[in-house]
């Protein structure tokens, strides 16, 4: 899970931008890869290595709804984010539900942060690994990253900057290394644990898989610095896109060919335990050191950004008055404190036997939410693309594609997670009511 960016206004064909095919492919990439997939392992450990059938779906849905977005982009020139491109074919009613989805999106993920940093620092001080710790230290990261974002954004800055640079080794090292200590016999002893169905199976881990993914609707952002962006928007996409997909089935392979998926599912830091098995305990704390940095980097980032998006929704008439603030003012005490309530909840009424499981309930619930916001995506698109629209039959077969890969997702979340998913858009229906009598 990586930030996201709003979309911008696609220049026309011809237009020479500032990069090339692979400069926007290398933008597309580093929104989706952040700190949340260093304990996807642990939650694909439990279906067994059968779960690479699920990343490869979850890839295939990702390059779909990527595609949407690409379309989006020049068909609602004047849209600020996903809200916008939503209301923007389906009206208001529908972008105050995309808007509260898409912000409770951010502070659930944020809870899951919390969760991963809990089990990098259990890791690392063994004695902080019990049951009885995480949530204590899931809490206290949650405050801490509030109270960077009311320093102001030079602090949430500075933490992401000394953190970027060491975000992707943990997965690097494993995609690219972990293939010297991987052993065939273990990845297949780890197939299928649990003797689900192949649709079951798939099921079970593409939802999860598609985490990773989060931030595809940056594919429209990069076309305003794209050298002829008809040509190559589409191009980096695919790139960017598939380059994330090629890395993360990589790493998550490796590791179900150095671990015991029973051992990988109960990891507090799967990435730091396959290291530490295949070269040594020093590497193993290095990979868990720079798996703690950058998810404290990426949650004081999404705390930071889960209130600006508070902040702007409520300019927008989108949420209360009360969370507006003046332009280049810090983000408003009310607008923080609701945002570290929200995730101190999430993370408090989600807590499960292991860390995985944990992750994985939260992990699921940010990916329904953002499904659902996908998917409003998709049907305001051939909304905006009338009968007159150049190139109508591809925007609508990317938009049907695109619908139904999230809804195929969608349908393998488990009860819990549905309910959860459906509080904040219950909330929504109320908060357009609200502001639409006054």
């Not at 379309?71 to 609602?76: C, I, K, S």
């Not at 594919?219 to 980096?236: K, L, S």
């Not at 896109?241 to 089935?249: F, K």
Request: with cysteine.
């Amino acid at each position: 899970m990586a930030e996201a960016v709003a979309g911008s206004q696609a220049p026309a064909k011809g237009r020479h931008g500032s990069i090339g095919v692979w400069g926007a492919a290398a933008l597309v990439t580093g929104s989706m890869v952040g700190s949340g997939v260093y304990l996807l392992p642990a939650t694909m450990g439990a279906v067994g290595s059968i779960s690479i059938l699920g990343w490869v779906a979850a890839s295939l849905a990702a390059l779909a709804i990527a595609g949407v977005f690409v379309w989006l982009g020049p068909a609602a020139p004047r849209a600020k984010g996903l809200p916008d491109y939503v209301e923007a074919g389906l009206g208001r009613f529908f972008g105050v539900q995309c808007g509260v989805a898409y912000w409770s999106n951010n502070w659930v993920g944020d809870a899951a942060l919390g969760v991963a940093l809990a089990g990098s620092v259990g890791y690392l001080v063994p004695g902080l690994a019990t049951h009885a710790a995480r949530l204590p230290l899931t809490l206290a990261f949650i405050w801490v990253a509030v109270a960077a974002a009311w320093i102001g954004p030079r602090m949430v800055a500075r933490v992401e900057g000394v953190t970027l640079g060491v975000g992707l080794l943990p997965v690097v090292l494993a995609a690219v290394f972990g293939w010297l200590a991987f052993h065939p016999a273990m990845f297949l002893a780890n197939w299928n644990p649990q003797g689900l169905g192949l649709t079951q199976a798939v099921g079970a881990s593409g939802l999860t898989a598609f985490w990773g993914f989060l931030g595809i609707e940056c594919a429209a952002a990069v076309a305003g610095v794209v050298r002829d962006p008809a040509r190559n928007v589409p191009r980096a996409t695919l790139l960017g896109v598939g380059g994330v997909a090629v890395l993360y089935i990589a790493a998550c392979t490796v590791l179900m060919g150095i671990l015991p998926a029973g051992a990988l599912a109960a990891s507090s830091a799967p990435f730091a335990d396959a290291s530490r098995t295949a070269f040594g305990v020093g590497v193993g704390a290095l990979i868990a050191t720079c798996a703690l940095l950058r998810a404290l980097g990426c949650l004081t980032g999404w705390t930071l950004v889960s209130a600006e998006t508070t902040r702007t929704a409520a300019d927008g008439g989108m949420f209360p008055a009360l969370f507006r603030t003046r332009p280049g003012e810090r983000s408003s005490a009310p607008n923080l404190l609701a945002m570290g309530i929200l995730t101190s909840l999430m993370a408090i009424g989600t807590v499960s036997p292991t860390l995985g499981q944990q992750f994985s309930v939260l992990a699921n619930v940010s990916v329904l939410l953002t499904l659902y916001c996908y998917v409003l995506a998709g049907v305001s698109l051939i909304r905006i693309s009338g009968p007159g629209t150049a190139r109508r039959a591809a925007i609508v077969t990317t938009a049907v594609l695109a619908i139904a890969a999230a809804l195929a997702l969608a349908a393998s979340a488990k009860p819990l997670e549905l309910a959860l998913a459906l509080v904040p858009l219950a909330c929504a229906a109320l908060l357009y009511l609200w502001l639409r009598r006054r």
